[in-house]
C-alpha cells in the first residue's frame, strides 16, 4: 500500500520559473515531512523538511507548504535554475517510531535554460 | 559529502549468490537505515539499527539480513539473489532516535 502519492512524475519548467511538486499521505500518524534531492548516481539528499505543527516553511528559494487537514504537502522551488534538474522525493515518517522514511514516487525535474 | 559511506560502489554477481554490501556511518551517528531503491517498486525501507540493536523492520526479505558493529559500521547481507534483487541499496544515518537522515551514495547491484 502506497502510503505516500507523488505528483507529477515529471515536470519540465524554464529557468526562472516556478517548480511545483505536490505529495499527499494517508497515514494521520506521520509527523515528519522532508523533501529529498537526488541526482544521478548520488544517494538522496535532504532539501528541506517540516513538521504539521506549521503551515509553510521557507529556505532560500524552497519552500514547503502543509495542509494538515487535506493531508497533503507541497514543495514549490522558486527562480527554478537548470542545476535544480534532478529528481526530487517526498517522504513522511513516524518520529516516535524511529523515523523510518515512507518515500513517495519521485519526481524527475528539467530545468530547460 | 554526507558523510556515508557505502562499499562497494558497484556489485555483479549472478543468481544463487550472497553478497555483503558495507555501510559506515557518519561519525558519532548512532542509527543506520537501510533503503532499497528500484524502478518498480521506488525507494523503500529495509530495515533500521540503532546502537547495534535492531529497531524497525519494513519490507526486508527473509533472504536479507543486517546488523550494526559496536564500532557501529552496518552490514547488508543478500542470500540467494534473484534478478528481481538487481537495486541500488543505500544506508542511511542519523545522530539519534529521530533525527535528519543522511545517505550514503549507494551500492548498485546487478544480478545476472
Known amino acids: 500500500q502506497q502510503q505516500v502519492k507523488q505528483s507529477p512524475q515529471s515536470l519540465i519548467v524554464q529557468k526562472g520559473g516556478i517548480s511545483i511538486i505536490n505529495c499527499a499521505y494517508e497515514n494521520t500518524a506521520f509527523d515528519y515531512f522532508p523533501w529529498y534531492q537526488q541526482f544521478p548516481g548520488k544517494g538522496p539528499a535532504l532539501l528541506i523538511a517540516?513538521?504539521?505543527?506549521?503551515s509553510e516553511k521557507k529556505e532560500g528559494r524552497f519552500t514547503i507548504s502543509f495542509n494538515k487537514s487535506a493531508k497533503q504537502f507541497s514543495l514549490h522551488i522558486m527562480d527554478s535554475q537548470p542545476g535544480d534538474s534532478a529528481t526530487y522525493f517526498c517522504a513522511a515518517a513516524i518520529e516516535t517510531s524511529g523515523s523510518r522514511l515512507t518515500f513517495g514516487e519521485g519526481t524527475q525535474l528539467t530545468v530547460n535554460p | 559529502d554526507s558523510g556515508v559511506t557505502q562499499t562497494p560502489k558497484h556489485l555483479i554477481t549472478a543468481t544463487g549468490q550472497r553478497v555483503t554490501l558495507r555501510c559506515s556511518p557518519r561519525s558519532g551517528d548512532l542509527s543506520v537505515y537501510w533503503y532499497q531503491q528500484s524502478l518498480d517498486q521506488g525507494l523503500q525501507f529495509l530495515i533500521q539499527y540503532y546502537n547495534g540493536e535492531e529497531r524497525a523492520k519494513g519490507n526486508i526479505l527473509e533472504r536479507f539480513s543486517a546488523q550494526q558493529f559496536p564500532d557501529l559500521h552496518s552490514e547488508l547481507n543478500l542470500s540467494s539473489l534473484e534478478l528481481g534483487d538487481s537495486a541500488l541499496y543505500f544506508c542511511?544515518?542519523?545522530?539519534?532516535?529521530?533525527?535528519?537522515?543522511?545517505f550514503g551514495p549507494g551500492t548498485r547491484l546487478l544480478v545476472l
Open positions: 542511511a544515518s542519523s545522530a539519534r532516535w529521530s533525527e535528519t537522515q543522511y
Open positions: 517540516i513538521r504539521p505543527d506549521v
